[in-house]
């Protein structure tokens, strides 16, 4: 017995199986942006007032700089994974579909790059 209509049947037309992978993903990466937002938050706001070089010694901390490239992978990641389900809802037309998804794609990926360069930068010099 299958739930498939017959004309679904016949067509070979059913779940593309990417679904369920893309609503984990964005739940465990929603889970992990929660502490991470709400240390980063917390500690922008102690370092409100701090001079330059605080702020760099701060960043440079081993722990800071580990938590800080994870906390923007998982930022900019959550982020696209969001932006993609508005995309495949709410833009029609296969062309205008397929060129704002790379757009986005290609967006969020030059962000958390220069993101993570900063941080590393800064952690290593």
């Given at each position: 017995?299958?739930?498939?209509?017959?004309?679904?049947?016949?067509?070979?037309?059913?779940?593309?199986?990417?679904?369920?992978?893309?609503?984990?993903?964005?739940?465990?990466?929603?889970?992990?942006?929660?502490?991470?937002?709400?240390?980063?938050?917390?500690?922008?706001?102690?370092?409100?007032?701090?001079?330059?070089?605080?702020?760099?010694?701060?960043?440079?901390?081993?722990?800071?700089?580990v938590s800080l490239v994870i906390y923007f992978a998982a930022?900019?990641?959550?982020?696209?994974?969001?932006?993609?389900?508005?995309?495949?809802?709410?833009?029609?037309?296969?062309?205008?579909?397929?060129?704002?998804?790379?757009?986005?794609?290609?967006?969020?990926?030059?962000?958390?790059?220069?993101?993570?360069?900063?941080?590393?930068?800064?952690?290593?010099?």
């Open positions: 017995m299958s739930l498939k209509s017959p004309i679904g049947r016949a067509r070979g037309l059913g779940s593309a199986k990417d679904g369920l992978h893309h609503w984990w993903m964005q739940r465990i990466s929603a889970v992990l942006l929660v502490p991470l937002s709400l240390w980063f938050v917390f500690s922008i706001a102690c370092l409100v007032g701090s001079d330059y070089q605080t702020v760099v010694a701060w960043i440079a901390a081993p722990w800071v700089a930022l900019f990641y959550h982020s696209q994974l969001g932006v993609q389900v508005v995309i495949e809802d709410y833009v029609h037309g296969p062309a205008k579909k397929l060129i704002s998804m790379y757009l986005m794609k290609l967006a969020h990926l030059v962000l958390a790059v220069a993101a993570i360069f900063a941080v590393v930068r800064i952690a290593l010099a």
